[in-house]
Nanobody, 114 residues
Framework: QLVESGGSSVQPGGSLRLACAVSGFAVDEFAIGWFRQAPGKELMGIICSTGRNLSTSRFTISPDNAANTVYLQLNNLKPEDTGVYSC????????????????WGQGTQVTVSS
């Protein structure tokens, strides 16, 4: 089971930290991915990792093995980042494409607006 939390409404330039609490699987042994469903657009992979921290220019995924939770830090948010953010679990080493992931959470809403 995967349960997301932390979604909110923020102004452009703001930051958020989303959490994905995982039960039944060890987060350091499987791929965890964060995906975004923007209004009217396809589900898109944001960042994915197997057991380690990984960053892009604005986003960081970080597994916490003790809490069995994977975090997504979102910085310098833009209106186009608005959407439902979901975490998903798949086989270790999975690429960041939705077809690779088997178990999904329900999602948490992020809205970026002034």
């Amino acid at each position: 089971q995967l349960v997301e939390s932390g979604g909110s409404s923020v102004q452009p330039g703001g930051s958020l930290r989303l959490a994905c609490a995982v039960s039944g699987f060890a987060v350091d042994e499987f791929a965890i991915g964060w995906f975004r469903q923007a209004p009217g657009k396809e589900l898109m992979g944001i960042i994915c990792s197997t057991g380690r921290n990984l960053s892009t220019s604005r986003f960081t995924i970080s597994p916490d093995n003790a809490a069995n939770t994977v975090y997504l830090q979102l910085n310098n948010l833009k209106p186009e980042d608005t959407g439902v953010y979901s975490c998903a679990l798949g086989p270790p080493g999975s690429s960041c494409h939705k077809s690779q992931f088997v178990h999904w959470g329900q999602g948490t809403q992020v809205t970026v607006s002034s």
